[in-house]
């Protein structure tokens, strides 16, 4: 047998997806060849080193099997010596939790930003209930158990109390600050365990990402809950990130990261164009502290009488825009919106106005919301290409040298009115130009890579490409508005303020 | 002499420690023996009962990990037996004797083949990464991760495939190259 044929049976005995006839096949070589079976033998090792350290909650934590064990006797109503010794133990160690830990209320509070969307079992009083998941779509909550913990948390998030100090985060980025009196409050993620010994930190855990932690002030400890579990104990100004097979690997700390309060608005980024930075990011979301933003060109924005204020005007390549933040990944909902004066004389037949993401032949998982010039007509017309290969355009040309208010949400997986994406035009949703777009086939969901090595970072006035060659976009652009969140028509008429389309004064 | 409570308790709290050093490498060798059952963790667990039930069977100060493995391995044929008896498509009890024979149990190699691993994940392209961990983090997650990078599921399979193997190669160039400089 080959050695590929070998692979493949080993690899498909792993996964149980064998037939009677292949596994034969593979008994008959495996029992007559020793260099297949030990091939076979360093395989599943590998195999089972990879289930150890990836299948998180699949191998058996310290005691574990203990537990699991005292759960099977008690069904059989077999409790001997060992587990009244440990129920002994346990006993003793929740008398000690209450006597030295619980405060007389540890009831989590909850409160939201606007607009924020959530769901689960939340009081009147604004209590979250022992043990129900909180999930938010999008938005930020605060947590306050009074006098020992605050917590903000921004979504997508899902989080369970799990009883007194301790808060089970499956999703989400949290701050978190613990006084002294709640010292030894734990959040639990699906991977790691931290214990707060004083102090302020933020913890991010999502389902495709390997956690981080980091420490601003006093110390924490920190354990894996997989693999080599490895346990560390991190103070101010440290912060770590999770390596595949559970140990901790230093890292820079980034308190612009977190948000430590209730933005007075949902979060979003803004870029007036105003004021004496007129690149720097204005809104309620944490990417925009510590956001580099710069020309292509490294000179000043080159800028003109705007909406409002200034707006940046784009007529060289060195003019366009690059950011140092990745974008919004996944299939994350989002909102691009912002005001364009196309130029009349300069229309390349796609011209990137808001971009960001990964637009590589294998991936080609991009987000980038642009004019296309429809080759039937030759009218230039709103156009949205996400992830591989899908394309939304409208149908309504765009006027040359006019301001225009544009408009593009990206529900993702969330598909509401059975539309994956609007796109607006002067406040009025365009109606899709299938023959100029490539609409999605069926309910897959369209995503945006933002971690390769060949994505690009948030750009404006060009295409998510390097250096911006190609996709330019030729005139004026103002008040960009990027929301991490699907918003409804009216809330999109809302961003144009009282300001009307050129067209409509 | 009859041994005091307090002899009886350490005894039971080294039983318990003991029990639970083991159970990554126990966990491998039943996987190992198991593989395309899909009964592994049912299986470990029952091995971890066998353990605690003949306690009173292992002689303290011999090796535990040896007297573990040899209970694990009669459990499993035990399983596998009554397994093809149910008419279950699995390897036979010959070949799993055999294949256990050949198992090379190392508590110290453990550790460095995690690091290798680690090593090799850490150098993955992240799109890859995500893939070997959809693979084994979620059951159907293949499936679900072709949906939303809108692949079909058979590239998908391909590609993992690749990167198994490739992951394999890895992992033992890792250790051979340490080996080398121990």
């Known amino acids: 047998m080959n050695r590929r044929e070998l692979e493949r049976l080993t690899q498909g005995m792993a996964d149980c997806t064998l037939s009677a006839e292949e596994i034969s096949t593979l008994e008959e070589e495996l029992l007559t060849n020793p260099d297949s079976r030990d091939f076979y033998r360093r395989s599943m090792r ?21 537990n699991a064990y005292m759960r099977r006797r008690q069904r059989k109503a077999m409790l001997r010596s060992a587990l009244a010794a440990a129920a002994v133990l346990l006993v003793s160690a929740l008398v000690l939790h209450h006597i030295f830990l619980r405060e007389p209320d540890t009831t989590i509070r909850v409160a939201f930003s606007p607009g924020t969307s959530w769901s689960g079992s939340i009081g009147k009083d604004g209590k979250i209930a022992h043990g129900e998941p909180v999930r938010l779509e999008f938005g930020v909550a605060e947590l306050n158990i009074p006098g020992q ?28 600050r613990v006084d002294e009196s709640g010292r030894g409050f734990r959040v639990l993620t699906p991977s790691v365990e931290v214990v707060d010994l004083g102090t302020e930190f933020g913890l991010v855990t999502r389902p495709d990402e390997l956690d981080v932690i980091h420490v601003f002030d006093g110390r924490v400890r920190c354990s894996a809950r997989f693999a080599m579990k490895e346990e560390r ?21 980034n308190e612009a990261m977190f948000l430590k309060s209730l933005p007075p608005k949902l979060p979003g980024i803004w870029f007036s164009f105003d004021g004496e930075d007129p690149l720097k990011p204005e ?223 | 002499m009859k041994p005091q409570p307090d002899e009886i308790n350490e005894a039971m709290r080294d039983f318990v420690r003991d029990v639970t050093e083991i159970q990554p490498a126990l966990r491998a060798f039943i996987g190992y023996l198991m593989s395309g059952t899909g009964e592994v963790a049912d299986v470990t667990q029952e091995v971890n009962l066998l353990l605690w039930e003949k306690r009173d069977q292992f002689e303290p100060g011999t090796n535990f990990r040896a007297w573990a493995f040899t209970c694990a391995r009669y459990c499993v044929l035990g399983h596998l037996r009554r397994m093809r008896r149910e008419g279950r498509h699995i390897f036979s009890p010959e070949l799993v004797d055999q294949l256990a024979d050949e198992w090379q149990d190392d508590a110290k190699a453990h550790e460095k083949e995690l690091v290798a691993l680690e090593y090799c994940l850490e150098r993955l392209p992240s799109e890859d990464l995500d893939l070997v961990r959809t693979r084994y983090g979620s059951h159907g997650g293949v499936q679900r991760l072709a949906n939303r990078l809108g692949q079909s599921a058979g590239s998908m399979r391909i590609r993992l495939f690749r990167l198994r193997a490739a992951l394999k190669r890895c992992v033992e160039q890792q250790i051979d190259e340490e080996g080398d400089f121990a």
């Open chain 1, 233 to 253: 104990e991190l103070r101010a100004d440290e912060s770590l990130r999770l390596s595949p097979v559970g140990r901790w690997i230093e890292q820079d700390p």
């Open chain 1, 149 to 176: 913990v605050r917590a903000v948390i921004e979504g997508p998030a899902e989080m369970v109390l799990r009883g007194p100090g301790l808060l089970e985060l499956r999703e989400g980025s949290g701050w978190f």
């Open chain 1, 283 to 505: 809104g309620e979301y944490p990417a925009v502290r510590g956001m580099e933003v710069r020309t292509h060109g490294g000179g000043p924005a080159q800028l003109t009488e705007g909406v409002e204020g200034k707006a940046l005007s784009l007529r060289e390549r060195s003019d366009t825009v690059r950011t140092n933040w990745p974008g919004i990944g996944g299939a994350a909902s989002r909102t691009i919106a912002c005001w364009i004066r196309p130029d009349g004389r300069n229309s390349p037949p796609f011209a990137g106005i808001v971009s960001w993401g990964d637009p590589s032949g294998s991936q080609l998982a991009r987000c980038n919301f642009m004019i296309g010039k429809s080759r039937k007509s030759e009218a230039r017309v709103l156009r949205f290409a996400v992830g591989r290969s899908t394309q939304f355009s409208g149908s309504t040309p765009i006027v040359a040298g006019e301001w225009q208010h544009i408009a593009l949400v990206f529900r993702g997986t969330r598909n509401i009115d059975g539309d994956m994406v609007e796109l607006y035009l002067n406040g009025e949703r365009e109606q899709l130009n299938p023959e100029f777009s490539q609409l999605p086939k069926d309910d897959r969901v369209i995503s945006t890579v933002i971690d390769s090595l060949k994505s690009q970072p948030l750009q404006i006035g060009c295409g998510p490409f390097p250096q911006s060659y190609g996709g330019r976009f030729f005139g004026d652009i103002d008040e960009v508005r990027i929301l991490p969140r699907a918003l409804s028509a009216r809330e999109v008429k809302g961003l144009m303020g009282n300001r009307k389309a050129a067209s409509d004064r």
């Open chain 1, 46 to 66: 590998v195999e089972q080193l990879l289930e150890e350290s990836l299948h998180l909650g699949s191998p058996p934590a310290s005691g574990e099997w203990m």
